[in-house]
């Protein structure tokens, strides 16, 4: 969701401080009386009252941030506000900096996203008090836009309010995602397709997901609604120069026909001869829909019900517009290039109709895809979440999870961030071992189009999934550029372990994981050997597994053979979880305490030592440079 142009208002210095950084952050303009004019970036001073000054802004703005007293706000938003479809999102910030207040535009304007965002900023409350945000259920109005999906007619109050109020509400979707499904709370008002003969169902609102042009009556008795799923290829053959008008008109009959909807058009297709035709061009770039076109070779590949053999020594293809809306509608997306080719007509919607005028002529066929065109660029937020505890994850870390449609992961780690995770986002979660699956459908989902949250414990270029995903981009041949992605560092086990007990970090150390599960024991033995003799201070991951025991034993022996036995240890579990556990010992005694895959293991090097239980690992520096 997009809020920018963004404003921030503040009245006073208390306020100014507060919503300077923030402004910086989000991207937004501060605006500030000019008696309290400041040198920086990003702010802009206005004269006179503020109720003037906000209605000279009120349009060009998606989003206004106050930090003013609450009856204030209202007192100056309320005439200029005229509907929820419109309104931007009013946001208040208290004073103090402990709350942040979705007030108005809640939904359509994004007020309750970007009230938790900066609630995420600030380390403040988020108050929210939108029924379907307390109900965990995603506003109705807003389900599509994730996917591309186009808002279609209807009673959209009327729905939002069955919605909330858990009354019974029919979802009839016949095209477009359901991965909006996944997460809905037990307790949903949905009833999925149509019912079974017999079954006495009544229902209080419909909502429809569907390609058709359905047309609601105003004197139902229930409140409808639709959206439409670009799922529609419009295959296009036409005579060189055929105008704009008559492509647009051919499309426009086509589609009223066959009662389809234009709002479902994922894109055009046609043979690579037609990619500078001038209308077909103008007419996609004018729309913004994209042209794929395809090479006379290609579509020769693709059986169509309606060859013809003028058209094949014309263009040295038998089909343009059904071979090329069928070929488009399956293989639009780079990852379905393995898809069976095995029956692919089946795709096609509307065999090819030939619209002429005058002397010029346009053939056109509509394909359906399975996966709807999202038109937008995805992105991938690589992010480590700590060692588990809310507090222990970094603010942008924070907004990158609030931030992505759609959130992957192990199921533990999911839980642990749980509190973070608002209605309508989608959750992933795939065990351990299922680390290339879950790598794999970060990108296929990034490159469809939506934003992606790959979480990782710790920090999630270390041991974590970062390196895997960038991995799996390289073997993709990936451009660099789509999906975009950003790394958001975390605290790691070893930094979080070293915290609970003290410093022993503070002079060189490295980390070696005990799993030989993808790398070699007898390398990682050379490693441990190499630490041990190197004096460093050594971070042992994953140290003992239910099939794996051995190997932390051996790790002992190999630094006892160069380290005292009373060499500090630090043996610490789930750090900063509720079920921390924290020991410290020593090198010759420390297998006589439970260490698990869940245990940080902290060997110290020849000068650490031990303090009222405190481990410490000096520096230096009181010897002096």
């Known amino acids: 969701m997009v809020f920018h142009p963004l404003a921030a208002i503040a009245t006073t210095p208390q306020a100014i401080q507060l919503l300077h950084p923030l402004s910086k952050q989000l991207g937004a303009t501060l605006y500030i009386p000019n008696s309290l004019e400041l040198s920086q970036t990003n702010v802009s001073c206005y004269q006179g009252a503020l109720k003037n000054h906000l209605h000279s802004i009120w349009s060009q703005h998606r989003a206004f941030i106050f930090c003013l007293a609450s009856g204030a706000v209202v007192r100056l938003v309320a005439p200029l506000l005229k509907d929820k479809a419109s309104d931007p999102a009013i946001i208040i910030v208290d004073p103090t900096g402990n709350y942040v207040i979705s007030l108005c535009s809640s939904h359509q304007g994004g007020a309750d996203h970007l009230t938790q965002l900066i609630a995420h900023q600030i380390n403040a409350q988020p108050i929210i008090t939108s029924a379907s945000h307390h109900l965990n259920l995603p506003g109705i109005d807003l389900l599509g836009l994730p996917f591309g999906w186009q808002k279609g007619p209807g009673d959209w109050t009327g729905v939002s309010s069955a919605i909330v109020s858990q009354k019974n509400v029919?979802?009839?979707?016949?095209?477009?995602?359901?991965?909006?499904?996944?997460?809905?709370?037990?307790?949903?008002?949905?009833?999925?397709?149509?019912?079974?003969?017999?079954?006495?169902?009544?229902?209080d609102a419909q909502v429809w997901i569907t390609a058709k042009k359905l047309s609601f009556s105003q004197e139902s008795t229930i409140p409808k609604v639709q959206w439409y799923p670009r799922a529609l290829w419009?295959?296009?053959?036409?005579?060189?120069?055929?105008?704009?008008?008559?492509?647009?008109?051919?499309i426009e009959q086509v589609f009223q026909k066959y009662h389809l909807a234009p709002e479902a058009i994922a894109g055009v297709a046609t043979i690579d001869i037609k990619g500078d035709e001038v209308g077909l061009v103008n007419y996609c770039q004018e729309n913004q829909y994209p042209l794929l076109t395809y090479s006379a070779d290609i579509l020769n590949t693709i059986k169509v019900p309606n060859p013809s053999s003028v058209v094949r020594e014309e263009v040295a293809t038998a089909s343009v517009a059904e071979a090329a809306a069928i070929y488009g509608s399956n293989y639009w997306?780079?990852?379905?290039?393995?898809?069976?080719?095995?029956?692919?007509?089946?795709?096609?919607?509307?065999?090819?109709?030939?619209?002429?005028?005058?002397?010029?002529?346009?053939?056109?066929?509509?394909?359906?895809?399975?996966?709807?065109?999202?038109?937008?660029?995805?992105?991938?937020?690589?992010?480590?979440?700590?060692?588990?505890?809310l507090e222990q994850i970094t603010p942008a870390a924070k907004t990158a999870i609030h931030n992505a449609d759609v959130?992957?992961?192990?199921?533990?780690?999911?839980?642990?961030?749980?509190?973070?995770?608002?209605?309508?986002?989608?959750?992933?979660?795939?065990?351990?071992?299922?680390?290339?699956?879950?790598a794999k459908k970060a990108i296929e989902l990034g490159k469809w189009g939506l934003k992606v949250a790959m979480i990782s414990s710790g920090d999630c270029g270390i041991y974590g999934m970062a390196g895997l995903v960038l991995e799996e981009f390289k073997n993709s041949n990936w451009d660099g550029k789509k999906p975009h992605i950003e790394v958001f560092p975390g605290i790691t086990a070893l930094q979080a372990a070293a915290a609970r007990v003290g410093t022993p970090l503070m002079h060189d150390f490295c980390a070696i994981s005990l799993s030989d599960l993808l790398t070699p024991w007898e390398v990682i033995k050379k490693r441990l050997e190499a630490a041990a003799i190197a004096d460093f201070v050594t971070a042992l991951y994953n140290p003992r597994s239910q099939t794996r025991q051995t190997q932390i034993i051996e790790a002992q022996t190999i630094f006892l053979k160069h380290r005292n036995p009373q060499t500090?240890?630090?043996l610490v579990r789930n750090a900063y979880r509720q079920d921390e556990t924290i020991i410290v010992t020593n090198l010759g005694e420390m297998l006589n305490q439970t260490i698990d895959m869940l245990t940080t293991v902290l060997i110290g090097n020849s000068s650490t030592f031990l303090h009222q239980n405190w481990m410490i690992t000096p520096r230096g520096y009181n010897k002096g440079y």
Request: proline share 6%; with cysteine; charged share 20%.
């Open 333 to 389: 997306f780079n990852d379905f290039d393995n898809k069976d080719k095995s029956n692919l007509e089946k795709s096609l919607l509307v065999q090819k109709q030939i619209i002429k005028s005058d002397n010029q002529a346009v053939t056109v066929a509509i394909a359906q895809s399975d996966l709807e065109y999202t038109g937008r660029a995805g992105s991938i937020y690589l992010v480590g979440m700590g060692p588990g505890s």
């Open 568 to 570: 500090p240890v630090a």
């Open 407 to 438: 959130i992957i992961g192990y199921g533990l780690y999911l839980d642990l961030i749980k509190p973070l995770q608002r209605p309508g986002q989608f959750l992933q979660s795939f065990p351990i071992t299922q680390e290339k699956k879950r």
């Open 170 to 203: 029919q979802v009839i979707q016949e095209q477009g995602s359901k991965l909006w499904k996944q997460t809905l709370p037990q307790n949903h008002p949905f009833y999925f397709g149509i019912p079974e003969i017999g079954e006495n169902v009544a229902f």
């Open 234 to 250: 419009v295959g296009i053959g036409c005579i060189r120069g055929t105008s704009q008008g008559l492509i647009a008109s051919a």
